[in-house]
C-alpha cells in the first residue's frame, strides 16, 4: 500500500528510498543472520572448555606471572568468542564494529592513570602510616 | 502509511574495505550504520555506555585494592564450598559460570530460530534462557546470604582489606541486577513470540512501532553482554 502511494505520486527518489518496504523487509529476516546451529553449539562447548582452564588455575593455585597471563588469555578469549559469534559482531559492517570496540580499548588509558595513581597512594600510605 | 523511521535494514549498499569504507559511511548523508536498524544500532550504543560503567566499577576495585596497605581477602578460600565431605574452592563461582554460559548459548539459538520464525522453539529457548538467568541469581543470592553471615559487610570482613566488602556487594549486585532485569526483558518477550505478535508485525503497546524478530536478537544482545561483564568480573575479582 504504501509503495502503490509513493509511486502514484510520481517519481520522488529520496522517499522511496527510506519509506518502509514490508517485501524487503521480510526477505532481510530470512536471511539476517542465519547461521548453522552446530557453530552455535561449537563455541557453547568452546567457553565450556576455556571456563574450566580458568577455574583449573585456581584449584591447582598457580601463582604469579602465570596464573595472571593464563587468567587474561582465557578471559580475553572467551569475551572474543561472545562478541563475535554469539553477538554476531563478526558479520557486522566495520562502520558499527569500529564505533562500538574501539572506545572500550581506550579505557586502558584510564587503567594506566589508576596503576600509577595507586601505586603512589600506596607509597604515601607505607611512609606516613606504616608504624600507626 | 509509510514508516519514516527505519525499523529494518533495509538493502545495504556495496562496501569499500577498511578504513575506507568507514570514513565513506560515516560521512555519508542520514545514516552512519547502512545495514542496522536503529533498535540494534541503539542496544550496542547502550551496550557500549554499560561498559563504561562497568569498567569504571572495576577501575575503582583494582585502586582499592593495589593502594591498600592490608593484605586482601583469599578469594580462593572466601568462596569455598563443602560439597559431599570435601572443600572445594570457588566451586560455588563456577557453577554460575557454567550456568550463564549455558544461558547465552540457548540465547543464541534462539536468535537464530527467531530468524526462521519457529515461534514455539524461539519462545521454548528464550524461557530456558530466563530460568538460566533466575537460577543465576539466586545462587547470588546464597553467596550473599553466606557472605553476610560470615560477617562480610561494606565497610569491613574478618578476613583483610575492609575494602573488599564494599567492592563485592557493589560489582557483583550491579551484576546481579543486570541478569534479573534482563530475565524481565527475556520472558516479556518470550510472550510475545509465542503469542505470534511478530508473525502479524503487531504494534507495540508502547512505541506503537510494528514488532519484528529481530527484537529477540536485540534481546539476545543484553542477554550475552550481561555473560560478558561476568566474564571479566570473574577474571578480574574472583581468580585474581
Redesign the interface.
Known amino acids: 500500500m ?1 509503495n502503490v ?2 509511486h502514484a505520486e510520481g517519481p520522488q527518489p529520496s ?1 522511496q528510498a ?5 517485501a ?2 521480510a526477505a ?3 536471511k ?4 548453522p ?1 552446530k557453530l ?2 561449537v ?2 562447548g568452546w ?2 572448555v576455556l ?1 574450566t582452564c ?2 583449573l ?3 591447582f ?1 598457580l601463582q604469579g606471572n602465570l ?2 597471563s593464563l ?2 588469555l ?2 580475553v578469549l ?2 572474543g568468542l ?2 563475535a ?4 559482531m563478526a558479520w ?5 564494529a ?3 570496540l574501539v ?2 580499548v581506550l ?1 586502558l588509558v ?2 594506566t592513570i ?2 600509577l ?3 603512589y ?2 607509597l604515601t ?2 611512609l606516613f ?2 608504624s600507626t | 502509511m509509510a514508516e519514516t523511521a527505519l525499523t529494518t535494514t533495509g538493502e545495504s549498499s556495496a562496501r569499500v574495505a577498511g578504513w575506507r569504507g568507514i570514513a565513506a559511511d560515516w560521512s555519508s548523508d542520514q545514516r552512519a550504520f547502512k545495514n542496522v536498524s536503529w533498535g540494534k544500532a541503539m542496544m550496542w550504543i547502550f551496550l557500549l555506555s554499560d561498559t563504561f560503567i562497568f569498567s569504571c566499577f572495576l577501575l575503582s576495585y583494582m585502586t582499592a585494592r593495589m593502594s591498600t596497605t592490608v593484605p586482601w581477602p583469599d578469594t580462593s578460600e572466601v568462596f569455598a564450598l563443602d560439597l559431599g565431605g570435601k572443600h572445594i574452592p570457588m566451586i560455588l563461582i563456577a557453577i554460575m559460570t557454567f550456568v550463564l554460559i549455558s544461558s547465552s548459548g540457548t540465547m543464541a539459538m534462539a536468535v537464530n530460530f527467531g530468524y526462521r520464525r519457529d515461534r514455539v522453539k524461539t519462545a521454548a529457548l528464550m524461557l530456558a534462557t530466563a530460568a538460566f538467568g533466575a537460577t543465576f541469581v539466586s545462587m547470588q543470592g546464597f553467596e550473599w546470604t553466606k557472605l553476610i553471615m560470615e560477617g562480610v559487610r561494606p565497610w569491613g570482613n574478618p578476613w583483610g582489606a575492609a575494602q573488599f566488602g564494599s567492592c563485592f556487594f557493589l560489582i557483583t549486585g550491579f551484576h546481579g541486577t543486570h541478569v534479573s532485569i534482563g530475565v524481565i526483558f527475556l520472558i516479556a518477550i518470550a510472550r510475545k513470540v509465542l503469542r505470534g505478535d511478530f508473525d502479524v508485525e503487531k504494534r507495540g503497546f508502547f512505541t506503537s512501532r510494528k514488532g519484528h524478530y529481530e527484537i529477540v536478537e536485540i534481546t539476545g544482545l543484553y542477554w550475552h553482554f550481561v555473560d560478558l561483564v561476568w566474564v571479566f568480573i570473574f577474571a578480574f575479582f574472583y581468580l585474581w
Open positions: 504504501a502511494a509513493v522517499l527510506h519509506a518502509y518496504d514490508p524487503t523487509a532481510t529476516h530470512a539476517g543472520q542465519q547461521h546451529i552455535y553449539l563455541v557453547w567457553l565450556f571456563s580458568s577455574f588455575v585456581d584449584y593455585g596464573r595472571w587468567i587474561v582465557f578471559m572467551k569475551a561472545i562478541v559469534v554469539f553477538m554476531h557486522e559492517r566495520l562502520a558499527l569500529y564505533a562500538i572506545p572500550p579505557v584510564f587503567v589508576m596503576v595513581e595507586s601505586d597512594t600506596l600510605r607505607l602510616f606504616a
